[in-house]
C-alpha cells in the first residue's frame, strides 16, 4: 500500500541537509505501538535476518536544497511512504491523522491530507523513477579492516545486488519459495539470487544521478535515475510497495512507476 503525506509548514524555516532520520522517527512515532515497537526492534517480520519492509522518500514540494546550508522550506511539503503491510501503511495514516501535526527535526508541520496511492496496471516489464537513492554495497576485508564498497548503477555487481535483495524480501513474503535459492550466487547480506526470476536494467547513467547522503554520521552512496524492471507482476509490485536496495527503512530506495513511460504511452494513443 503506498501513501502520500502533505504537509503545511507552521513556519517557513530551514532543515538539515540530512533530515532523513527525522523524517524515520516522525514515521516510527506515529505508528501504534504495536506496530512500531517490533517493527522497530526487527520482530514484525522474521527471515535470515531482520527486515523492516517499508519505504519512505525525500520530501517534495516547497523544497529547495542549498549544499553546505542546508533545506529551504518554502511552501506546503510531501513524502511517500509505501510498505506491503496493508496493517502499517493505515497505521500511520491513522496516527498521523490523530496527532494532526509533526515536527521534523527543527521545524513544526500540520498534517493537511493523507492520499492513498493506487498501483498501476503490471505486466511483466515496468520502468521506475527513483524518488530516493538507490543504494547497494558489500562489506570487503581490505588491509585487514572491514570496509564498505558500494556499487553504481554501470557496475555489474549493482543489477545483481538489487535484485537479490528484493528476492529475499519476496522470499520472506512467501511470495517466493525457499527451493528456489541459488547457492551458487551469494550476496554480501546473506541473500542469494534466483537465476532468470528478475533483471533490473539502468536507463541511461549521469554522474549527476549519485547521492551521498548521510544516517547517523555515516555516509551512503546512492542513485537515482530510471530503472527497468523485468519480472513477475508480484515481484513489480513488491518493488513499488518495498523499496529497490538496501536501507529502504531509513528511506532509500523509494520508487515510482516512472510518469515518462506513461506520458509516451498516452501520446502513441
Known amino acids: 500500500m503506498r501513501l502520500e503525506v502533505r504537509l503545511e509548514p507552521e513556519a ?56 553546505g546550508h542546508g533545506v529551504e522550506v518554502t511552501g506546503p511539503v510531501w513524502f511517500r511512504f509505501a510498505s506491503p503491510d496493508r496493517a502499517l501503511a493505515l497505521g500511520l495514516a491513522a496516527g498521523l491523522l490523530h496527532f494532526g ?32 537513492p538507490i543504494t547497494v554495497y558489500r562489506t570487503i576485508e ?24 528484493l528476492e529475499r524480501k519476496a522470499r520472506v513474503l512467501g511470495l517466493l519459495p525457499e527451493s528456489s535459492l541459488d547457492p551458487a550466487a551469494p550476496t554480501a547480506d546473506g541473500a542469494t539470487s534466483v537465476s532468470g526470476v528478475l533483471r533490473l536494467r539502468p536507463l ?40 529497490l536496495g ?3 527503512s531509513q528511506g532509500f530506495g523509494y520508487v515510482v512507476e516512472s510518469d515518462r513511460e506513461r506520458r509516451r504511452e498516452v501520446g502513441a494513443e
Open 246 to 248: 538496501a536501507k529502504n
Open 142 to 165: 581490505m588491509d585487514g579492516k572491514r570496509r564498505t564498497q558500494y556499487y553504481n548503477p554501470l557496475n555489474e555487481e549493482f543489477a545483481e545486488l538489487v535484485v537479490a535483495n
Open 101 to 132: 501535526r509533526v515536527r521534523i527535526a527543527t521545524l513544526d508541520f500540520a498534517v493537511r491530507e493523507i492520499a492513498t496511492l493506487g498501483m498501476p496496471e503490471l505486466g511483466r516489464s515496468l520502468v521506475v523513477q527513483a524518488l530516493s
Open 12 to 67: 517557513l524555516g530551514t532543515l538539515p541537509l540530512h533530515y532523513r532520520e527525522a523524517l524515520q522517527a516522525v514515521i516510527y512515532r506515529h505508528l501504534p505501538k504495536e506496530l512500531g515497537q517490533p517493527l522497530h526492534d526487527g520482530d514484525y517480520w522474521r527471515g535470515e535476518r531482520p527486515l523492516k519492509l517499508f519505504v519512505f522518500s525525500q520530501l517534495h514540494g516547497g523544497v529547495r536544497y542549498r549544499p
Open 204 to 243: 541511461g547513467v549521469h554522474p549527476r544521478a549519485k547521492r551521498l547522503e548521510r544516517y547517523k554520521g555515516t555516509w551512503i552512496e546512492g542513485w537515482v535515475g530510471r530503472f527497468l524492471l523485468e519480472g513477475p507482476p508480484e515481484l513489480l509490485r513488491l518493488a513499488l510497495e518495498a523499496g
